[in-house]
């Protein structure tokens, strides 16, 4: 890679400097995000003027079967603006999927847009003919292939027409996981317009807690967007259409981000609240952007996030956070005790990392007092894997940096860019490994199939906020971690990749061969 290439997916974002002695890149300072941003072209709202919405509780069609038709819509994200959106069943995000711990779900797709997709339940552990691999395509009625047959150039794809059963087993902890789209090379402009939904297991210990249930457990789904003059979603893809060519124009290949923040599909958005103890169970659903959270009153007092649960279920006890970073596609299940408000008052959620708009994401405000016989008890949960380095049967490294696919701009694990056909790590059924992983700039790392627990930062120990199971590690510029994990389950193909969804798109994944 020469310089000028190497520059143009990171240097000329400010993130990177290339020492002439050696050509190497090397940190040259920690910015907030990793991508540049779009910027909308209609009137935008006031903050904390637009209701939150709640996504809709998806009604089963059987005994624990659900059927979803991914559709094209249009929909008022902005006030009276009509934007176009693909969808899950008409609505953005998509429908919330309820499961039981141990009662299997079967969720049936329906492919009604214009190209092929794929669904993949993020978090779930789950077999791999469901895991959505990006090549197991369900095509659409008519559709003949543009000359960006992926799957051709695997012979281990699965492809339907129309209709696919993906069958979750939910044999796994009570958590919060959501579903999108994973198409191959278009996973990015896919989820941009609109393809992610909500799916939340349950299961008696924890409903056992006393933790706030009913109307006093929200799921905030966040993420940006950009509107284009008419209302659309602005997206830089090379080929609109998401047919034949993919990827994004030049300077957007760090990754994309909005100036719009949406929570739950709404802008900015406010939610009445009791002068009480709410569950707020957050997703970073954005492509790229990363967001540092804050609760703040009127008069400037931050309350507590007590954290009680990470992307796999919850801690073992709770961790009482000021701010709390969170990448694309990790979760965090937070209480906020919003019993020291007055009546009227308002608790804006700031983002740290965000300026001028992006720097506001939604706020609470206090309506009434209520009764709250809630709590948050001292121990949480006694099922958390107790793994130790000594059970790692191996350790391995892996590196996540810019680097030249196809003669041009890219990014890569250990060098390579992703290929289908190509087994990248085999791993034994029942195997512990130890991962240690280097980024260059942001990458927030998602492993499929196998919850993992945080060893070290940087060789120090890992941070309050990686406590608990996780499915996605945040690294930072220039960061180092050290993962551990089990890999059980099922045998078969899965993936790891980063998840800022344009580096996925331009060949940031790899193959995890389970045997």
Known sequence: MNRRQLLGIGGALGLLAVTAQTGAAILARRPANTGAELRSAVPLPAAFTVPLPLPAVLKPVGADRYEITQRETVLEILPGIKTPLWTYDGTFPGPTIEAR???PVTVTHHNRLPVPTVVHLHGGRTPPESDGYPTDLVLPDGWHDPGHGTHMHDPRAVVTRLTRDYTFPMDQRATMLWYHDHRMD???PAIWRGLAGLHIIRDD???SLGLPAGSRELPLVIMDRAFDGDGGL????LDPSLRAHPGVHEPYLAGVLGDVILVNGAPWPVHEVDAA??????LNASNARHYDLEA???DGRRLDLVQIGADQGLLAAPVTHQTLPIAPAERYDVVADFSGVPVGGLVKILNRLGSGRTSEVMAFRVARRGADDSRIPSVLSADLP???RSDAVRVRDFSFRAGQMNGGHGWLIGGLPFHPARTDVTVGL???EVWRLIADVHHPVHLHLAGFRVLSRGGKPPLPRDAGLKDTISLRPGESAEIITRFDGYRGRYLFHCHNAEHEDMGMMANLEIG
Do not use: C, K, Q, S
Not at 234 to 237: R, T
Not at 277 to 282: I, M, P, S
């Open 101 to 103: 711990r141990g009662r």
């Open 430 to 432: 029942g195997d512990v």
């Open 277 to 282: 103890r709410y569950r707020l169970r957050l």
């Open 186 to 188: 278009f996973t990015a």
């Open 296 to 298: 703040v009153t009127e």
């Open 386 to 388: 107790a793994w130790n």
């Open 205 to 207: 210990a924890e409903e």
């Open 234 to 237: 602005a997206y830089p893809a």
